[in-house]
């Protein structure tokens, strides 16, 4: 089991059910896939059940606006420090382009 599922109103969830989890703010082919299983259940939940059809379609959002920044703040990163060798400047690490996406989701 790699997640704990849990309700945010704290009651329990039950504990027969089986949960699965997908990770939207990918931008792979994987994520995709996952993105247009997130569309499939929206549109088929739709008519029976308004509340999670809109919840899905908000995480869609989320998850766009996600993807977005990162892609908006690689390139800012990109234009701030220049593909170089890392000899040649050795504070551009993964951990300055990780900040950096980490500011901008702030």
Not at 3 to 24: E, F, H, M
Not at 49 to 72: F, Q, T
Not at 76 to 98: K, L, V, Y
């Amino acid at each position: 089991m790699k997640y704990i599922i849990s309700k945010t109103d704290g009651s329990p969830v039950d504990p027969l059910a089986v949960y699965y989890v997908l990770r939207l703010d990918k931008d792979t082919d994987i994520g995709a896939i996952a993105r247009g299983a997130v569309i499939g259940y929206a549109k088929g939940t739709l008519l029976h059940d308004r509340e999670a059809s809109l919840s899905a379609v908000d995480a869609l959002h989320k998850a766009v606006n996600i993807m977005d920044a990162r892609k908006i703040t690689d390139k800012i990163q990109d234009a701030i420090f220049p593909i170089t060798h890392s000899h040649d400047h050795p504070d551009r690490t993964p951990a300055t382009r990780g900040d950096l996406r980490l500011r901008a989701r702030q």
